[in-house]
C-alpha cells in the first residue's frame, strides 16, 4: 500500500530490515565547531578525506539535494565474552570478529530503502554506513540512539558501545527524536585505560596516538613510539570500550552475520609470520581484516613479536626482510632489533 511516510512506519521497516536501534533527526548543517577543532589539532593524522570533505560531512544536503531526514542506524555486534588471547596470539578488535561489516550494512540499507520507496515511490534517498562523508555518531546522538561518551564513541543505553552506525538520508520531514542527553556522568575510566594516551580531551580522539588508525588504516611503516605500545593489538582496539561501565551489563545481542568466526578473535602470531598471500586470501577476504591487506597483518604481527621479547620467533621474523613492502620491511627491523636486544 502507497502512502506518506511517517517516522512510525519508517522505524517499524528499520527493525524489519534488521537493525537494532533507529533514530530520526531533522537533516539540518551540523555546527563545524568539533570537526574544526580536530582538523585544526592534526588529530584526523593521514586521513585526508576528513579534511577534504569537510563541507559534505557537515551538511547533508550536499550528499541529498533536499534531504530532510537523517534516520540513524545502530546494529549490534556484542557477542558472549571470550576469554583474553593468550601469549602468542594478537587480537582482533570485537568489531571486526565476524564477517565485514559493510556489506552487512548495505543489504539491511537497501531492504530498507526497497520497503520505504514501495511505500513511497518519489521518496529519494542516500544510504550510508562508514564510507560516505557522513558524522554517523553525531546524527546517531541527534536521533536520540544515545550519547558521544567521553571515548570518542556512540554509546547506547541497551547495547553499550558495541554498535556500528549508518545512516539514512530521505527528501521527506519525518517527526524528529529528541537528542540523547550525556550520560558520563563523572566517570572517567577511558581516559587512563588509552595506552597510547590517544584521547587529548574527552570526547576527541587524536588518531596520530590510536592505535585503531596504526593497525587498521595505516599503510606503511608503523612509528616505533607506537611499535613500543602496541602489546598484543593485531587489528583494533577496543581498550577504550572494554574498561566502560555501559558495556559489562549489556546483554550478547548480535547481528548473526557478526559473530565471531571461529579462529578469528585471538589470532597466533607463529600462523601469521608464516602467512602466504594465497593463505591470506582464503581466509580474510570477506573479513574486516582485509582492510588492513596482507602487509598490514604481516607487518602489525612482526611488531607484536618484536615487543614480546620472545627471541623464538626471531628466526620467522628474519625473511620478511626481504618483503616487497616497505611496512614490513621496516617491522621486521624494529623486531629483530627487539629480539636481538633480549637474545
Ligand atoms: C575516521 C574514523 C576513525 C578514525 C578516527 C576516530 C575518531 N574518533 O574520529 C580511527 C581510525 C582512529 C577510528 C577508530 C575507531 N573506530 Co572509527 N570511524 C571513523 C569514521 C570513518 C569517520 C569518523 C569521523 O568523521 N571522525 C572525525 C571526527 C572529527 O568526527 P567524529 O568522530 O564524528 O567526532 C565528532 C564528535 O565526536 C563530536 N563531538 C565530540 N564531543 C562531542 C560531544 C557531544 C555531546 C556531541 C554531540 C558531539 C561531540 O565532535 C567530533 C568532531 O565533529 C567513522 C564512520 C563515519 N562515517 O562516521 C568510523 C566510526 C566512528 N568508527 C567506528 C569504530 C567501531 C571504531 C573503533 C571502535 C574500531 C576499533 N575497535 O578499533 C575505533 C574507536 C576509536 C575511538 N575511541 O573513537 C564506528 C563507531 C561506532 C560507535 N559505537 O561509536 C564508526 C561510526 C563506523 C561505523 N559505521 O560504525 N575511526
Ligand atoms: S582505540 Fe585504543 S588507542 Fe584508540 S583511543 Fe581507544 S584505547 Fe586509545
Ligand atoms: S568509560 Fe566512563 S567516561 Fe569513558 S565513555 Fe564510558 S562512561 Fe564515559
Redesign the pocket.
Known amino acids: 500500500m502507497t502512502g506518506p511516510l511517517d517516522s512510525p512506519f519508517v522505524k517499524a521497516a528499520a527493525l524489519r530490515a534488521g537493525f537494532h536501534e533507529v533514530g530520526v533527526a531533522r537533516a539540518e548543517p551540523l555546527d563545524a565547531t568539533?570537526?574544526d577543532r580536530?582538523l585544526a589539532s592534526g588529530w584526523?593524522a593521514d586521513?585526508a578525506w576528513?579534511r577534504t570533505q569537510r563541507a559534505e560531512?557537515l551538511d547533508p544536503s550536499r550528499l541529498l539535494p533536499g534531504a530532510r531526514s537523517v534516520v540513524a542506524l545502530a546494529l549490534s555486534y556484542r557477542d558472549a565474552e571470550r576469554p583474553p588471547p593468550g601469549p602468542g596470539e594478537g587480537e582482533v578488535?570485537?568489531?571486526a570478529r565476524g564477517r565485514d561489516y559493510h556489506p552487512v550494512m548495505k543489504k539491511k540499507l537497501k531492504g530498507l530503502a526497497a520497503e520505504l520507496t514501495a511505500r513511497d515511490p518519489g521518496l529519494r534517498c542516500f544510504a550510508s554506513?562508514?564510507l560516505?562523508p557522513?558524522?554517523?555518531?553525531?546524527w546517531a546522538?541527534r536521533a536520540g540512539l544515545g550519547?558521544?561518551g567521553k571515548?570518542?564513541?556512540?554509546i547506547t543505553p541497551r547495547h553499550g558501545?558495541w554498535?556500528?552506525?549508518?545512516t539514512l538520508l530521505l527528501d521527506r520531514d519525518l517527526e524528529p527524536d529528541a537528542p540523547h542527553p550525556?550520560r558520563c556522568g563523572r566517570c572517567e575510566a577511558c581516559l587512563p585505560a588509552c595506552p597510547t594516551g590517544a584521547i587529548p580531551e574527552p570526547?576527541?580522539?587524536d588518531?596520530r596516538h590510536?592505535l585503531?588508525?596504526w593497525t587498521?588504516?595505516r599503510r606503511g611503516a608503523i612509528p616505533a613510539a607506537m611499535a613500543e605500545r602496541l602489546g598484543n593489538h593485531l587489528f583494533?582496539?577496543?581498550d577504550?570500550?572494554a574498561c566502560c561501565p555501559w558495556n559489562g551489563t549489556v546483554e550478547p545481542g548480535s547481528d548473526l552475520e557478526l559473530r565471531p568466526r571461529e579462529g578469528q578473535s585471538a589470532i597466533p602470531i607463529e600462523a601469521l609470520l608464516q602467512l602466504t598471500e594465497a593463505e591470506y586470501a582464503r581466509r580474510f577476504h570477506g573479513t574486516s581484516l582485509a582492510r588492513a591487506r596482507f602487509d598490514g597483518l604481516v607487518r602489525n604481527a612482526l611488531l607484536i613479536a618484536g615487543g614480546s621479547g620472545e627471541p623464538r620467533w626471531l628466526q620467522l621474523v628474519v625473511p620478511w626482510l626481504a618483503s616487497p613492502h616497505d611496512g614490513v620491511r621496516a617491522a621486521a627491523g624494529w623486531a629483530m632489533a627487539r629480539l636481538g636486544e633480549s637474545n
Open positions: 568539533p570537526l580536530v584526523e586521513m576528513l560531512r578488535a570485537r568489531f554506513s562508514d560516505a557522513t558524522m554517523e555518531k553525531v546522538q550519547w558521544i571515548n570518542g564513541c556512540l558501545s554498535v556500528l552506525l549508518a550525556e570526547g576527541f580522539v588518531a590510536c585503531a588508525f587498521i588504516e583494533g582496539c577496543d577504550c570500550q
